[in-house]
């Protein structure tokens, strides 16, 4: 069901760093095939089913930037949690690079969620740490990652403080510091902004794309915010009201090495633009605004 | 309706099980120490109806009553006092706190010393206990009325007996009930306490005597009978507590 | 709050210097209450003496260990009833009501089972500290965020390993609030039963020395169980504030 749809025709058909090298098998990084998720109501009858999610057919291409927008309660997050192997698919199969995800968590994936999932009990650095216990390496590598780790996200000067002594934005970023310290080779958020004021958002999502550079990792974000996705994101797939499914993916054509300010290019306008001619009527339909099948 | 019968389911599982619990202990440790729920109850239906045991309540619930007035009353008078000057809350809050952590039973043969052996001395006892969780709760209360309230209060120029009764107590109402629901059973447990110790009358003496002289049908029935009446009137006051609260909060 | 704090101290002193008054002048006469300061004499010379140091060692030994029974059954309970609604439904209305149940009253049981010893009495501190370390650890475990539970998933963390480095240590302080409590429990629960029935111990002590009058005896022993008690309570509270303070929350 998912279809590519050429936003320019004069997008870059040439290659990007990081792309595959022409040769290599197009095994994708991450794939959902014929996935739906379906929840059983909780004190009610085994029949009466809540269909979050589905059918999905996705497939992340091993380095790319994709993002999801979709109006509320369409499944996002059930979305990016089966690919976590959070939860697991009622129908259909995830895999990641290959191997089929089933209710165990992958190596070589990291998470941000939305609410600040710091550990108020311990300082800044010991968080970060935390993310290395499994990790097989010896205590200097492991003060090396925590450190490169501070200076990438500018936690340095806060090292010793308690996560309550930061600040929203802060705190958001130890969280990214500590998923980075595993050098994930997938990186999931979710809405990992929601919680920040716009211009804080503007610049996190700079930082995201240095990351996203430097790390070389796939990166699937989920966010509320079109102008967000366009800006950061190498596709954007558009989600339906639920039962989720992706009703459009956009390719935005933006090369490897831009920044917030993308937001002047003459072709962002458009994609926004697009996103939301697909948006709007889901969007209706998920506050109630709109009955299936009406003309909006 | 199903949340109300499944609370009553639950409440009948425990019941049950407690019973169950009971009958089993009484196997393994025998007539020595215990006798069995049906022994008990035996016993107790006809003991209720005794005159020795109509004395005893009397005096008991006389001195449970008194305690219970008084721990409300000041505590109440505490609570909104301290709730509601800043300062003074802040000086004497810990205070209470502290005092709230004394084992009051070490105070007690102070107070036996100070209210000699009579009623007095119980109800001294009963009040202490129940008139610091009563403070606390009340204190905290007062302070959690939102200020939006008493503005509009303010606004209306309301007299300050009027800022009081129409607008801090039914505000605070829901947690001042949480104080005294627990004010209610540490009063009633204090005046026990005290009448176990030193007291010629009163269920705590009969209590009492009934361990000194190894009673121990004496000691089960009037262990169930206390237990009974402290955790009726303790649902009671819950059930009252989560409806003033539910009223609040929808 | 600086001034607060002097005040307070100053508030204490004043009452202290007025007992201090009462006494001398004899409007406290001396088979009520001592002088303070004789108190605090009388104190220093029984320790030094070291005459009751058997009594006080065993009372607060036996203290310790109701203490730590009630923490570690109430804390590992507390971790088994969360993950079991059914039971913790059930239990819930027991939990409400259980301080007002008279725990002493099994106390004769305890020791035709266990004997006059240690035994009966630790129990008893236990039972009293046990419910209120279950209610807080509850409380603690109730409000750990679902963000930080997923997160342990992502980390690929069992169940155990999310138990020791995610959970407790997030609900720390709220099993910290139900461990002073305990503090306070076991303290009244020996006391208590040494006061019944007991061959020794403060309790013991403080009955012996109240029935031949010895004040001398008897004052110091409860200004030694004041402040005991008073001291680990803020030891405890401070700790506590500490914990939250650094969480941004107090």
Redesign the interface.
């Given at each position: 069901m998912s279809h590519v749809a050429q936003v320019y025709p004069h997008a870059l058909p040439g290659r990007r760093a990081g792309d595959p090298k022409p040769g290599t098998p197009a095994v994708a990084h991450v794939s959902m095939r014929d996935v739906d998720k379906l929840f059983s109501r909780p004190g009610g009858n085994p029949d009466d089913t809540f269909h979050a999610l589905g059918p999905i057919d996705l497939e992340l291409r091993q380095g790319e930037f994709f993002a999801v927008v979709g109006p509320s309660g369409c499944g996002k997050t059930t979305l990016l949690e089966l690919v976590?192997g959070?939860s697991t698919a009622t129908r259909g199969e995830v895999a990641f690079e290959g191997e089929p995800i089933v209710g165990r968590?992958p190596?070589g994936?990291?998470?941000v969620?939305?609410?600040?999932?710091s550990?108020?009990?311990l300082t800044v650095r010991d968080n970060i740490a935390?993310?290395l216990?499994?990790l097989r390496i010896d205590a200097q590598e492991k003060t090396r990652r925590v450190d490169r780790a501070l200076a990438m996200m500018g936690l340095a000067p806060f090292a010793d403080s308690?996560p309550?002594?930061l600040s929203g934005g802060m705190r958001q970023r130890v969280c990214i510091a500590r998923t980075l310290v595993t050098e994930p080779r997938l990186i999931l958020l979710d809405e990992p902004f929601g919680a920040l004021d716009q211009q804080t958002r503007l610049l996190m999502g700079d930082e995201v794309l240095n990351l996203w550079r430097k790390t070389g990792a796939t990166v699937f974000l989920i966010t509320h915010a079109l102008d967000e996705a366009t800006m950061l994101a190498d596709r954007i797939g558009v989600m339906s009201a639920r039962p989720g499914r992706l009703i459009d993916i956009v390719e935005t054509g933006w090369p490897r090495d831009r920044d917030s300010r993308i937001v002047q290019d003459e072709r962002f306008g458009a994609i926004t633009a697009r996103l939301w001619r697909a948006l709007r009527e889901e969007s209706m339909k998920s506050i109630g605004a709109l009955k299936p099948g009406a003309q909006p | 309706m199903n949340r109300r019968t499944s609370i009553l389911r639950n409440t009948l599982t425990l019941l049950v099980a407690v019973v169950v619990l009971w009958q089993l202990l009484y196997w393994m440790v025998g007539d020595v120490a215990l006798r069995s729920p049906a022994q008990t109850l035996e016993f107790t239906l006809r003991f209720v109806t005794t005159e020795q045991f109509a004395g005893h309540l009397a005096e008991t619930a006389r001195a449970f009553g008194m305690a219970l007035v008084l721990a409300v009353v000041i505590g109440l008078g505490i609570g909104f006092t301290l709730g509601g000057h800043r300062f003074l809350g802040e000086v004497f809050e810990p205070m209470l706190i502290a005092l709230y952590s004394i084992p009051k039973i070490t105070l007690y043969p102070i107070l036996l010393l100070a209210f000699g052996l009579g009623i007095s001395s119980k109800v001294a006892f009963g009040t202490i206990h129940g008139v610091i969780p009563i403070a606390l709760f009340t204190i905290n209360a007062v302070r959690n009325v939102r200020a939006v309230h008493l503005k509009t209060g303010k606004v209306m120029a309301l007299s300050p007996l009027d800022m009081v009764t129409r607008i801090i107590f039914p505000s605070a109402l829901p947690e001042i009930f949480a104080g005294l629901r627990i004010g209610f059973s540490l009063t009633l447990i204090g005046t026990l306490l005290g009448e176990m110790f030193a007291s010629q009358r009163g269920l705590g003496f009969l209590l009492m005597s009934a361990i000194g002289l190894h009673n121990v049908d004496l000691i089960m029935t009037l262990t169930l009978l206390l237990t009974l009446f402290a955790g009726t009137a303790s649902v009671i006051l819950l059930a009252i507590n989560q409806r003033l609260r539910s009223r609040m909060s929808a | 709050m600086k001034g607060a704090r002097v005040w307070r101290v100053a508030i204490l002193v004043a009452c202290v210097a007025l007992l201090e008054v009462l006494c001398l002048t004899g409007v406290i006469d001396k088979l009520t209450m001592q002088p303070p300061h004789r108190m605090a004499v009388d104190l220093v010379n029984m320790l030094v003496s070291g005459s009751l140091n058997g009594a006080i060692a065993k009372t607060l030994g036996n203290a310790a260990v109701a203490f730590v029974a009630a923490v570690v059954l109430g804390v590992f309970g507390a971790i088994i009833i969360h993950r079991l609604r059914r039971v913790r439904d059930t239990l819930e209305p027991l939990f409400a009501t259980y301080y007002a149940i008279p725990v002493f009253a099994f106390y004769p049981m305890l020791i035709i089972v266990f004997g006059l010893n240690a035994a009966p009495q630790i129990f008893i501190g236990a039972m009293l500290g046990v419910v209120a370390v279950i209610v807080n650890t509850l409380n603690g475990l109730d409000r750990v965020p679902n963000v930080l539970l997923k997160t342990a998933r992502i980390q690929q963390m069992g169940a155990r390993e999310t138990a020791w480095r995610i959970t407790l240590p997030y609900a720390a302080p709220y099993i910290l609030t139900g461990a002073k409590l305990a503090v306070a429990y076991s303290l009244i629960g020996i006391i208590g039963a040494e006061f019944i029935m007991s061959n020794g111990g403060m309790g013991y002590e403080i009955s012996f020395a109240y029935n031949n009058f010895d004040n001398k005896t008897m004052y110091p022993l409860i200004l030694l169980i004041l402040i005991v008690s008073v001291s680990i309570n803020m030891l405890f509270a401070r700790w506590e504030k500490s914990i939250l303070a650094r969480r941004g929350l107090r």
């Amino acid at each position: 069901m998912s279809h590519v749809a050429q936003v320019y025709p004069h997008a870059l058909p040439g290659r990007r760093a990081g792309d595959p090298k022409p040769g290599t098998p197009a095994v994708a990084h991450v794939s959902m095939r014929d996935v739906d998720k379906l929840f059983s109501r909780p004190g009610g009858n085994p029949d009466d089913t809540f269909h979050a999610l589905g059918p999905i057919d996705l497939e992340l291409r091993q380095g790319e930037f994709f993002a999801v927008v979709g109006p509320s309660g369409c499944g996002k997050t059930t979305l990016l949690e089966l690919v976590a192997g959070l939860s697991t698919a009622t129908r259909g199969e995830v895999a990641f690079e290959g191997e089929p995800i089933v209710g165990r968590i992958p190596d070589g994936v990291g998470v941000v969620f939305q609410e600040d999932a710091s550990f108020p009990w311990l300082t800044v650095r010991d968080n970060i740490a935390f993310g290395l216990r499994r990790l097989r390496i010896d205590a200097q590598e492991k003060t090396r990652r925590v450190d490169r780790a501070l200076a990438m996200m500018g936690l340095a000067p806060f090292a010793d403080s308690y996560p309550a002594q930061l600040s929203g934005g802060m705190r958001q970023r130890v969280c990214i510091a500590r998923t980075l310290v595993t050098e994930p080779r997938l990186i999931l958020l979710d809405e990992p902004f929601g919680a920040l004021d716009q211009q804080t958002r503007l610049l996190m999502g700079d930082e995201v794309l240095n990351l996203w550079r430097k790390t070389g990792a796939t990166v699937f974000l989920i966010t509320h915010a079109l102008d967000e996705a366009t800006m950061l994101a190498d596709r954007i797939g558009v989600m339906s009201a639920r039962p989720g499914r992706l009703i459009d993916i956009v390719e935005t054509g933006w090369p490897r090495d831009r920044d917030s300010r993308i937001v002047q290019d003459e072709r962002f306008g458009a994609i926004t633009a697009r996103l939301w001619r697909a948006l709007r009527e889901e969007s209706m339909k998920s506050i109630g605004a709109l009955k299936p099948g009406a003309q909006p | 309706m199903n949340r109300r019968t499944s609370i009553l389911r639950n409440t009948l599982t425990l019941l049950v099980a407690v019973v169950v619990l009971w009958q089993l202990l009484y196997w393994m440790v025998g007539d020595v120490a215990l006798r069995s729920p049906a022994q008990t109850l035996e016993f107790t239906l006809r003991f209720v109806t005794t005159e020795q045991f109509a004395g005893h309540l009397a005096e008991t619930a006389r001195a449970f009553g008194m305690a219970l007035v008084l721990a409300v009353v000041i505590g109440l008078g505490i609570g909104f006092t301290l709730g509601g000057h800043r300062f003074l809350g802040e000086v004497f809050e810990p205070m209470l706190i502290a005092l709230y952590s004394i084992p009051k039973i070490t105070l007690y043969p102070i107070l036996l010393l100070a209210f000699g052996l009579g009623i007095s001395s119980k109800v001294a006892f009963g009040t202490i206990h129940g008139v610091i969780p009563i403070a606390l709760f009340t204190i905290n209360a007062v302070r959690n009325v939102r200020a939006v309230h008493l503005k509009t209060g303010k606004v209306m120029a309301l007299s300050p007996l009027d800022m009081v009764t129409r607008i801090i107590f039914p505000s605070a109402l829901p947690e001042i009930f949480a104080g005294l629901r627990i004010g209610f059973s540490l009063t009633l447990i204090g005046t026990l306490l005290g009448e176990m110790f030193a007291s010629q009358r009163g269920l705590g003496f009969l209590l009492m005597s009934a361990i000194g002289l190894h009673n121990v049908d004496l000691i089960m029935t009037l262990t169930l009978l206390l237990t009974l009446f402290a955790g009726t009137a303790s649902v009671i006051l819950l059930a009252i507590n989560q409806r003033l609260r539910s009223r609040m909060s929808a | 709050m600086k001034g607060a704090r002097v005040w307070r101290v100053a508030i204490l002193v004043a009452c202290v210097a007025l007992l201090e008054v009462l006494c001398l002048t004899g409007v406290i006469d001396k088979l009520t209450m001592q002088p303070p300061h004789r108190m605090a004499v009388d104190l220093v010379n029984m320790l030094v003496s070291g005459s009751l140091n058997g009594a006080i060692a065993k009372t607060l030994g036996n203290a310790a260990v109701a203490f730590v029974a009630a923490v570690v059954l109430g804390v590992f309970g507390a971790i088994i009833i969360h993950r079991l609604r059914r039971v913790r439904d059930t239990l819930e209305p027991l939990f409400a009501t259980y301080y007002a149940i008279p725990v002493f009253a099994f106390y004769p049981m305890l020791i035709i089972v266990f004997g006059l010893n240690a035994a009966p009495q630790i129990f008893i501190g236990a039972m009293l500290g046990v419910v209120a370390v279950i209610v807080n650890t509850l409380n603690g475990l109730d409000r750990v965020p679902n963000v930080l539970l997923k997160t342990a998933r992502i980390q690929q963390m069992g169940a155990r390993e999310t138990a020791w480095r995610i959970t407790l240590p997030y609900a720390a302080p709220y099993i910290l609030t139900g461990a002073k409590l305990a503090v306070a429990y076991s303290l009244i629960g020996i006391i208590g039963a040494e006061f019944i029935m007991s061959n020794g111990g403060m309790g013991y002590e403080i009955s012996f020395a109240y029935n031949n009058f010895d004040n001398k005896t008897m004052y110091p022993l409860i200004l030694l169980i004041l402040i005991v008690s008073v001291s680990i309570n803020m030891l405890f509270a401070r700790w506590e504030k500490s914990i939250l303070a650094r969480r941004g929350l107090r």
